[in-house]
């Protein structure tokens, strides 16, 4: 069974930056779309970044222009480059990872990274 491990998580200040880490304990063929998501407390998890067809990148409007999802070129992690940073950006980030191998799609989750931002 294939994990995902993040790592970056801390405490900020306002207008800092965290880079996540998510890498994947083995190699995943078929991935489709790597994405991050986060969850505050007392809120639902929502999607912040993804990164579809190895290139393609849509960000949720509260993180555009600050934030940035890139890929390994060996396709076993992913990152949050996380700039400009707002106390509204603490949460646990949760990375991603769907992947098809014909008709079968596989649906893998970190365990999740508390990133807490200070005014």
């Known amino acids: 069974q294939v994990q995902l491990v993040e790592s970056g998580g801390g405490l900020a200040q306002a207008g800092g930056r965290l880079t996540l880490s998510c890498v994947a304990s083995?190699?995943?063929?078929?991935?489709?779309?790597m994405r991050w998501y986060r969850q505050a407390p007392g809120n639902q998890r929502t999607m912040v970044a993804m990164l579809s067809n190895g290139t393609s990148t849509s960000y949720a409007d509260s993180v555009k222009g600050r934030f940035t999802i890139a890929r390994d070129d060996s396709w076993n992690a992913v990152h949050l480059q996380m700039n400009s940073l707002e106390p509204e950006d603490t949460a646990d980030y949760f990375c991603n990872i769907v992947a098809q191998t014909g008709k079968e799609i596989n649906d893998y989750w970190g365990q999740g990274t508390q990133v807490i931002v200070s005014s």
């Open positions: 083995a190699y995943i063929p078929g991935i489709i779309a």
